[in-house]
Nanobody, 113 residues
Framework: VQLQASGGGTVQAGESLRLSCVTS????????MGWFRQAAGKQRELVAT??????TNYADSVKGRFSISRDNPNTVSLQMNSPKPEDTAVYYC?????????WGQGTQVTVSS
């Protein structure tokens, strides 16, 4: 399964941004899609996940600002509202399915102050 992410870029603090990710196969049964990020010099961390049944989970640092959704079974989006400079990172799309983990190529998000 391949994941293709899009929507990264450079925005000013407070300017909204939307990331999208599409899978090359449509996962069936239980699965989890989500977004992780890795800032320079730091470990990759979870941003948000959403299951195939719609249950969501967010990192404390983005709660109330970011929103994850699945418009259809093979697409996941991350609406980033009120981004802060500390949200600057490479964002990776992720799929957990049938015991395997799949990653997208990463998209850079830079938030300037």
């Amino acid at each position: 399964v391949q994941l293709q992410a899009s929507g990264g870029g450079t925005v000013q603090a407070g300017e909204s941004l939307r990331l999208s990710c599409v899978t090359s196969e449509t996962p069936f049964g239980f699965n989890v899609m989500g977004w992780f990020r890795q800032a320079a010099g730091k470990q990759r961390e979870l941003v948000a996940t959403i299951t195939s049944s719609g249950a969501t989970n967010y990192a404390d640092s983005v709660k109330g600002r970011f929103s994850i959704s699945r418009d259809n079974p093979n697409t996941v989006s991350l609406q980033m509202n009120s981004p802060k400079p500390e949200d600057t990172a490479v964002y990776y799309c992720h799929l957990g399915w049938r015991g395997l983990a799949y990653w997208g190529q990463g998209t850079q998000v830079t938030v300037s102050s």
